[in-house]
């Protein structure tokens, strides 16, 4: 199975998606300055960038699929 895994870099923050099987769901991670400082589990890739957009502003097409 390929997961799909996604970056974005916004204000000197550093944002991953990747995600896991379908009973497990999505990681969504923000980092700055290397270290992670919010990590959580959601439901689909999408809602990881809603998340992003509404908490942080991150524009949806500053996400690259690695």
């Known amino acids: 199975m390929n997961f799909r895994t996604f970056k974005a870099e ?3 923050l550093t944002f991953k998606i990747e995600e896991d099987y379908p009973e497990v769901g999505v990681y969504f991670y923000v980092y700055k300055e290397g270290k992670c400082i919010k990590d959580m589990v ?3 890739i999408d809602t990881c ?3 992003a957009i ?3 502003g991150v524009p949806i097409d500053f996400w690259i699929e690695n």
């Open 10 to 12: 916004y204000k000197e």
């Open 42 to 44: 959601q439901d689909t």
């Open 49 to 51: 960038m809603e998340i």
């Open 54 to 56: 509404k908490e942080y």
